[in-house]
């Protein structure tokens, strides 16, 4: 692993972003480095929720500029150049985003992929591709705006311009914000929360969420009651409610 420090403590694996001579610029190696850890533990129902983090100074500071700045478009065609970030996006296993400072552009894109973004004071969020001429390109204008609404979106994409982690979380981009030492370890103690819980209802819930960004009210309230109904099939949901009556804490296996 030349770009990326892996660490497992039971059902949390936790991916440490590590390009530090370029503020853990996102490369297509550390793209394919990703992806080999992950790919394999996603679907382990051992591995409940995935923490992607950076050092205590930077997330990522976004796709890495010297690698693509030859290219042609021909080039980007031809290699579907970063198409392998929306496999992360679509990995069933929750991910957490444990942000200390920038997050920018890629980087951003990065955490917005994740469930939940747990910030640093220091972190900075921004999409600031127009200064290079070009525009966010791994899903930055479609999650930003549905995330942060119309009006800061294009703020953010067409100025280019960061926000703080206070205004990141007035925006909704953000789930908490936590004085810098703590991004980890709160980050670990929601990840190990979500592992703690029943995998088909962790999934179930993650689905209904996110349907809420791409369906209309009626549709995404009926699909949430039959996602409901079906989990009625679960062992985990016998359980659960069973622990609750008898007081006990529940033992949930994932059937
Ligand atoms: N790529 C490559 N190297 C980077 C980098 C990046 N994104 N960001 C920083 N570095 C390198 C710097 O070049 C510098 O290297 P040396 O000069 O020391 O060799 C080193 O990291 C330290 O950076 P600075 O000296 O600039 O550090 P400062 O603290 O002064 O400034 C900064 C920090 C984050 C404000 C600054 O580094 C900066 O503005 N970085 C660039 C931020 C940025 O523009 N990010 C967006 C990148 S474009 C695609 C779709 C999307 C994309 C790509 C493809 N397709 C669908 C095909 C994504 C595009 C982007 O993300």
């Known amino acids: 692993m030349n770009t990326l420090k892996v660490e497992r403590h039971g059902p949390v694996v936790t991916v440490r972003l590590h390009r530090p001579h ?19 533990l996603d679907g382990d129902p051992e591995a409940g929720c995935f923490v992607v ?21 021909a080039d980007m065609a031809a290699e579907d150049y970063f198409s392998g970030w929306e496999e992360f996006a679509g990995l069933r296993t929750p991910k957490i985003a444990a942000v200390n400072g ?25 999409q600031p ?29 067409l100025t280019g311009r960061t926000m703080d982690a206070p205004e990141a979380e ?17 980050a670990l103690e929601a990840a190990r929360a979500i592992a703690s819980h029943g995998r088909a209802s962790v999934a179930a819930a993650r689905e209904c969420v996110d349907r809420a960004l791409e369906t209309g009210l009626r549709d995404g309230i009926l699909f949430e009651r039959r996602v409901f109904h079906g989990l009625f099939a679960t062992e985990d949901q ?8 008898e007081k006990r804490v529940p033992r949930f296996t994932g059937r």
Not at 22 to 40: F, I, K, W, Y
Not at 53 to 73: L, Y
């Open 102 to 126: 920038y997050a920018l552009g890629g980087g951003c894109e990065l955490a917005m992929m994740c469930d939940l973004i747990v910030a640093g004071e220091s972190a900075v969020f921004g």
């Open 238 to 245: 016998k359980e659960g409610m069973a622990a609750f009556l």
């Open 22 to 40: 370029v503020l853990n610029a996102l490369s297509g190696e550390l793209l394919a480095e990703l992806l080999d850890v992950l790919r394999p």
């Open 129 to 157: 591709e127009i200064r290079l001429g070009v525009i966010p390109g791994i899903g930055g204008t479609q999650r930003l705006t549905r995330l942060v609404g119309r009006a800061k979106a294009m703020d953010l994409v």
């Open 170 to 186: 007035r925006a909704g981009l953000v789930s908490r914000v936590v004085p810098d030492d703590q991004v980890l370890p709160e």
């Open 53 to 73: 983090t950076g050092s205590a100074k930077v997330f990522a500071a976004g796709a890495d500029i010297k690698e693509m700045s030859g290219r042609t478009a």
